[in-house]
């Protein structure tokens, strides 16, 4: 689960860093906002690769994607971008659990 759940949290940091540049541009956000709350999320996200097998981190990712999803107010487009990455969100937790119990029992079945 953790290499599946850090490289959806890694591209969810570089599309957050993108989307700043655009939401400065095109919002009337002031620059410093935008780029206060996008630096907290950003370091979230590359925190958050390091602690996802810690109870909570699941939820804390849900939690980003909402944030993602919610920045769609300030920059339209977050919305789908922010669906697509709650979608790869979901793929990561489920399939990387599933991955490490096919794991845990061919450890099992080996010992």
Known sequence: MRVLCSS???????LIMFAAL???QLSDVPTATVW?????????CVLLCG???RP???AVGW????????SGFVLPTMFGLGLVFAALWWCSVHYGRRIDEIKAARE???A
């Open 56 to 58: 909570g981190a699941v």
């Open 8 to 14: 959806t949290l890694i591209g969810e940091a570089l």
């Open 36 to 44: 206060i709350v996008s630096g907290i999320a950003m370091l979230l």
């Open 108 to 110: 099992l079945a080996e």
């Open 22 to 24: 655009v939401a400065m």
């Open 63 to 70: 939690a980003l994607q909402t944030g993602l999803i919610v």
């Open 51 to 53: 602690a996802i097998t």
